[in-house]
C-alpha cells in the first residue's frame, strides 16, 4: 500500500501552465501503473493520464498534446506537466495507484486503482 501526496495545484489565467506532483510514500512504488485523475463537484472523477511502470503513457482526449505525466523512481514521484491551460481544466487533480505494473485498457476506470491521494485544486480563469 502506498500513501500518495500531492501538491502543485493553484490558480492560474487560461494558457497559462502548471506542475502537479504526487510523492509516493511505501517501497512499492516502481512497481505499480500511476493515474492522474480530476472531478468538479457533481461529477464523477474522470481520468486524465495513465503511466505504466515502463513509461508507456496514455491520455484523455481532452488533455492530448498540452498535458504530460512522467514518474521518477528514484525520487518516487508522479508529475503532471498541464500546458495551455484552459477554464474547462478546472477541477481537483488526484493521483492514484494501480494494481498492476501495466495500465490496463480501463485505465480511467476508478477501480483499477488501490491508493489515492487526497487531492489539490486546479484553478483556470478566463
Known amino acids: 500500500q502506498l500513501r500518495l501526496v500531492e501538491s502543485g495545484g493553484g490558480s492560474v489565467e487560461s494558457g497559462g501552465s502548471l506542475r502537479l506532483s504526487c510523492r509516493a510514500i511505501g517501497n512499492t512504488y516502481g512497481t505499480f501503473c500511476m493515474a492522474w485523475f480530476r472531478q468538479v463537484p457533481g461529477k464523477a472523477r474522470a481520468g486524465v493520464a495513465s503511466?505504466?511502470?515502463?513509461?508507456?503513457?496514455t491520455y484523455a482526449d481532452s488533455v492530448k498534446d498540452r498535458f504530460t505525466i512522467s514518474r521518477d523512481s528514484d525520487e518516487a514521484t508522479l508529475y503532471l506537466q498541464m500546458n495551455s491551460l484552459k477554464v474547462e481544466d478546472t477541477a481537483t487533480y488526484y493521483c492514484a495507484a494501480g494494481k498492476y505494473g501495466y495500465c490496463p485498457g480501463s485505465w480511467s476506470n476508478m477501480n483499477e486503482y488501490n491508493d489515492w491521494g487526497q487531492g489539490t485544486q486546479v484553478t483556470v480563469s478566463s
Open positions: 503511466i505504466e511502470r515502463d513509461g508507456t503513457t
